[in-house]
């Protein structure tokens, strides 16, 4: 019966000691039911009832040893997890000393042949608690990996959190066995962080680290490629060459705070971006030399067994301080901080004085955010040649001497980018490529360097509406449809990453649309001052005054040119009114917020020396600008781009109204809605920004976060009362008692 119970503590069963199926019998948890073994008949003559007490404690025991044989042999190679695999490593380890109690046990049972169940109790005392702790911590792990809405919480790093809470207090055994269980998990967790943050490779074969690659797939690859022009998909799958990193927040232990994991993906990211460069033989190399050692002064502490011979030599040694220690990050905390400090200002020095970042944003600045005006009214020309439409006079047809009509190009209205959105697929990647090369003809018109620019800039036409809330899908036009898109080299996208480029292209598709409206009004007054000077002038102050007759304007040579003076002056008020609302929201844009943050920006980078305090300035400054420039506000930016809208809807069907010989002398019923809706949108608009500004909800996203400058913050604030102070001239929306004389001008109109 002895060498059946010896049998049974192997997990074996046999005549005496077998298996129970637990049909119809109530069992006290799950590890009971699945694998108990129990005695096959509780009535053996000649066994004492206190014996069979015993045989039926220990043969327990060996349940347990039977169900860590099964993890150990499931996960032992790593085929699922490395995690899982390191603690099936160790539990096997922490098995060698029940295996060879159990051969000491046989043979001092064949030595003498009077030792009894009493004499195996008493040797296998120690293991009472040890091996129902690891079997409920397999029977655990094994649960939450089997429930695929659990499986994050068990696998990977997480496991090190269900290790810890696994030790139970007060129980010496079982914590230095559950020591043993987290160094052997901890070192797959060090040789993760070593890989990552000295060789820039991240070995995570099946998702376990808290940093997550994302490797594009060849559909999304084909997606690409499919809706890029044919000059453009280089350029658009330079994206899907390289995988992105981001952090799985759910895979973070318990003990490590999340500016550790993030320090973490920023230095491993960091040096993965540089080793495309040439720089990364020299980096690996100092990183190797400064930390290598450190690295393997850890992974030691993991191997010594300090704590665990202390508790051999005295049982009641309380290790409850050892398995603390373990979880003490300080060292690793302070080591990685390091290395992002040291990975830090080698790439902040790569940055500005070998891939010249300041020049990159410098570019960024003039194109995406129209900081070179000239180029963007070069650009603008170049479109109108690609056009086809030019200034010239019209004749007739009987008479070709005889001019009747003269045509001012615009320079919006009949322009490339002012017709409907094309279906067909190949007309539309026609339009992109002729919009580059307007691109690249004004930049060489005003000095840039047109290579490096096509390099750096590519646009598109989206296939999707853009901004629906102002202009609807079946009105849009090429415009409404622009997109710029930011090619960044591989040595610059820790800074220029997807999001941010998506950034710049929210702003440069505003700013634009913004900036076309403002030429729009100011073409209009040209177009009409030339019309008076060269038309209205000579029939008013004499022949001398003039160049032309009314006739080439297409003029009745009858028509009262006092009444037509009359009803260009409304219509040039109403200009004015438009045209001082959208210059002031045009200066505030670009000197009080875009100007003012880039200078800050600048500085910060200047003087941080440090990459990730230069990506976070960077990214600061971005989403400052999107949020003084209203591009947040629920309410302010459809109204600005509703108001836009109308503005050059108003210039269009002026155009139109002006020149027509029957409704000149007038404005049109159209004019007036729509200069009533202007009124209203401006109106609604200034009280949303002085409620915003008052109440302190609209404010910009200030760089700076330490304690050096605590003006940043405000100066958006500042920036936003000087454009209220604009366009609240003479108090004319704020005053709302103010009461206009019948007949005023803006009532005229």
């Known amino acids: 019966m002895l060498q059946d119970l010896l049998l049974a503590l192997y997990g074996v069963p046999g005549a005496i000691f077998i298996e129970?199926?637990?049909s119809g019998k109530a069992v006290s948890n799950t590890f009971d039911a699945e694998t108990e073994l129990v005695l096959s008949n509780d009535n053996f003559p000649f066994v004492s009832q206190g014996e069979l007490c015993l045989h039926a404690e220990l043969v327990k025991l060996g349940g347990c040893y039977r169900s860590l044989e099964k993890f150990i042999r499931r996960h032992a190679g790593p085929h699922h997890s490395l995690y899982l695999s390191a603690l099936a490593?160790?539990?096997?380890?922490?098995?060698?000393?029940y295996r060879q109690a159990?051969?000491?046990?046989?043979?001092?049972?064949?030595?003498?042949?009077?030792?009894?169940?009493?004499h195996i109790a008493y040797r296998l005392h120690s293991y009472k608690f040890v091996l129902p702790i690891l079997a409920e911590l397999t029977r655990r792990v094994e649960c939450l990996n089997t429930h695929s809405n659990q499986r994050q919480n068990a696998s990977g790093c997480r496991l090190l959190d269900v290790l810890?809470?696994?030790?139970?207090?007060?129980?010496p055994g079982p914590r230095v066995v559950i020591q043993k269980l987290i160094k052997h998990t901890m070192r797959v967790f060090y040789r993760q962080l070593y890989s990552w943050l000295i060789c820039g490779v991240l070995h995570d074969p099946y998702n376990e680290f808290f940093v997550?690659?994302?490797?594009?797939?060849?559909?999304?690859?084909?997606?690409?490629?499919?809706?890029?022009?044919?000059?453009?998909?280089?350029?658009?799958?330079?994206?899907?060459?390289?995988?992105?990193?981001?952090l799985a927040v759910d895979y973070i232990p318990s003990f490590l705070p999340t500016s550790f994991a993030q320090h973490v993906l920023f230095s491993g990211e960091a040096i993965n971006l540089t080793m495309r460069g040439p720089s990364q033989s020299s980096l690996l190399k100092d990183l190797e030399s400064e930390f290598g050692n450190q690295f393997a002064d850890l992974l030691l502490t993991l191997q010594t067994d300090h704590s665990v011979a202390v508790a051999d030599q005295n049982p009641g040694v309380d290790v409850a301080a050892g398995i603390e220690a373990l979880f003490d990050i300080s060292p690793l905390q302070n080591l990685v901080s390091e290395i992002r400090a040291f990975v830090s200002h080698r790439i902040w020095n790569d940055l500005v004085h070998k891939h010249n970042v300041l020049t990159h944003l410098r570019s960024v600045k003039d194109v995406a955010l129209l900081g070179r005006g000239e180029l963007f009214l070069a650009f603008i020309d170049q479109l109108n040649a690609l056009s086809g439409f030019e200034v010239k006079c019209s004749t007739d047809s009987q008479n070709s001497s005889k001019p009747i009509a003269f045509s001012s190009q615009p320079l919006f209205g009949r322009g490339l980018l002012d017709r409907p959105v094309p279906v067909d697929t190949s007309e539309i990647q026609a339009i992109e490529y002729d919009i580059q090369a307007a691109f690249l003809s004004a930049a060489r018109s005003i000095g840039l360097d047109d290579d490096e620019l096509d390099d750096q800039f590519r646009f598109s036409i989206s296939s999707e509406p853009l901004d629906t809330e102002a202009v609807p899908k079946e009105d849009q036009t090429l415009w409404d449809r622009l997109q710029l898109h930011i090619h960044v080299p591989p040595e610059l996208r820790l800074i220029f990453s997807k999001q941010v480029c998506r950034g710049y292209d929210r702003l440069f598709r505003y700013l634009t649309t913004v900036r076309r409206t403002q030429l729009m009004l100011q073409q209009y007054w040209a177009e009409q001052t030339l019309v008076w000077r060269s038309a209205c002038a000579p029939s008013l102050f004499g022949a001398s005054g003039g160049i032309r007759s009314a006739e080439q304007f297409g003029l009745d040579p009858k028509i009262d040119f006092a009444k037509f003076q009359a009803?260009?002056?409304?219509?040039?008020l109403m200009r004015n009114y438009m045209a001082f609302f959208i210059?002031?929201?045009?200066?505030?844009?670009?000197?009080?917020?875009?100007?003012?943050q880039f200078c800050h920006l600048i500085r910060r980078i200047q003087s941080d020396k440090e990459a990730?305090?230069?990506?976070?300035?960077?990214?600061?400054y971005l989403a400052g600008l999107q949020a003084q420039a209203l591009l947040f506000h629920p309410t302010a930016k459809p109204c600005i781009l509703r108001l836009l809208s109308v503005c050059r809807q108003i210039v269009s069907v002026a155009r139109i109204s002006g020149s027509s010989g029957r409704q000149h002398l007038e404005l049109s019923d159209l004019e007036e809605q729509l200069l009533s809706e202007f009124k209203k949108l401006a109106g609604t608009l200034f009280h949303c920004l002085n409620s915003s500004q008052t109440t302190g909800a609209v404010s910009g996203v200030g760089l700076e976060f330490d304690s050096r400058c605590f003006d940043q913050p405000f100066r958006a604030q500042a920036g936003l009362s000087q454009l209220l102070l604009r366009l609240d001239f003479n108090q004319f929306f704020s005053d709302s008692r103010r009461t206009r004389p019948a007949g005023s001008q803006f009532d005229g109109t």
Do not use: F, K
């Open 89 to 97: 490593c160790g539990l096997d380890d922490a098995l060698n000393d």
């Open 583 to 596: 210059e002031n929201l045009q200066y505030y844009l670009q000197v009080d917020v875009i100007e003012s």
């Open 612 to 620: 990730d305090l230069v990506l976070v300035a960077h990214e600061a």
């Open 212 to 246: 997550q690659r994302h490797d594009v797939s060849q559909s999304e690859r084909s997606e690409v490629a499919s809706n890029s022009h044919p000059d453009d998909t280089v350029h658009a799958l330079e994206w899907t060459e390289y995988s992105s990193y981001t």
């Open 164 to 171: 810890m809470l696994a030790a139970p207090p007060g129980l």
């Open 102 to 118: 159990l051969v000491v046990l046989e043979s001092e049972l064949l030595a003498d042949p009077d030792l009894n169940v009493a």
């Open 567 to 572: 009803s260009t002056d409304r219509r040039l």
């Open 20 to 22: 129970s199926s637990a």
